[in-house]
């Protein structure tokens, strides 16, 4: 006779082909059990209530440390889903069909005196600790994009500001040369006129004048620099 823990497995038995509910060689069969899935969606709404984290994790990519945080310890017997699931990776039984394996652990669990409830709620409540620190996570990485989105908007905005700042400087360094050269070749040329005022006031007491000029160069400075 199957066993009534045998349904809380995760998997739902499909009648074989040609079979209809109610009818059999045997005559009418009696109402049909809940499925599995129907009794494991009973036991997660019983567990409605999401996890506790107590403190931070240390290591996020340490499954043992987040479920430590949720506060969930292995039961005395020691049979939990990760239990399950060593034995399902051991080289006894992981080269066995599906049907070998599950009555393999079926065994072990009543050899054990572990109801198949208990591994069921252990799932459930490590997958609930999961999503709920990945909830944190979640929230945790938002609010960070968040700030970080702020910080970054108020550097472009120090950006924007110094290059206009910079670029006005520049600007006002281009205007002063300008505004210098523009000076200086003013009086560069007022004093071009002025020697030459000189030069045709000189030129009534000397044949050559010693007066530099734009068209020409101090012959004083030009007898100088020719050789001996």
């Known amino acids: 006779m199957a066993k009534k823990w045998y349904n809380y497995f995760l998997s739902v038995d499909q009648p074989s082909a040609g079979e209809t509910e109610g009818s059999s060689d045997a005559g009418p069969r009696s109402e049909?059990?809940?499925s599995a899935a129907q009794t494991v969606a009973e036991i997660a709404s019983s567990m409605a209530v999401e996890p506790k984290f107590t403190g931070p994790v240390a290591n996020p990519t340490s499954f043992d440390e987040i479920y430590a945080a949720a506060q969930i310890a292995p039961p005395t017997h020691g049979y939990?889903?990760?239990?399950i699931i060593e034995l399902l990776q051991s080289e006894h039984i992981r080269n066995m069909s599906r049907?070998?394996?599950r009555s393999s652990l079926l065994l072990a669990l009543e050899a054990a005196g572990v109801k198949a409830q208990d591994i069921v709620q252990d799932a459930v409540r490590r997958d609930k600790a999961l999503d709920t620190y990945e909830s944190v996570q979640q929230k945790a990485l938002l609010e960070l994009e968040g700030r970080k989105t702020q910080e970054n908007q108020a550097l472009k905005a120090e950006i924007e500001k110094?290059?206009?700042e910079m670029q006005s400087q520049v600007q006002a360094n281009?205007?002063?040369v300008a505004k210098e050269k523009e000076r200086f070749y003013g009086w560069q040329l007022k004093k071009q006129q002025e020697e030459q005022k000189i030069a045709d006031a000189v030129s009534y007491f000397t044949s050559e004048t010693p007066i530099s000029t734009a068209g020409?160069?101090?012959?004083?400075t030009a007898a100088a620099k020719k050789p001996s």
Not at 216 to 220: F, L, M, R, T
Request: a positive charge; charged letters at 30%; aromatic letters at 0%.
């Open 32 to 34: 049909a059990p809940r």
């Open 174 to 176: 281009n205007d002063a």
């Open 99 to 101: 049907d070998v394996k």
């Open 80 to 83: 939990t889903i990760l239990k």
């Open 216 to 220: 020409g160069s101090n012959p004083a």
């Open 162 to 164: 110094r290059i206009n």
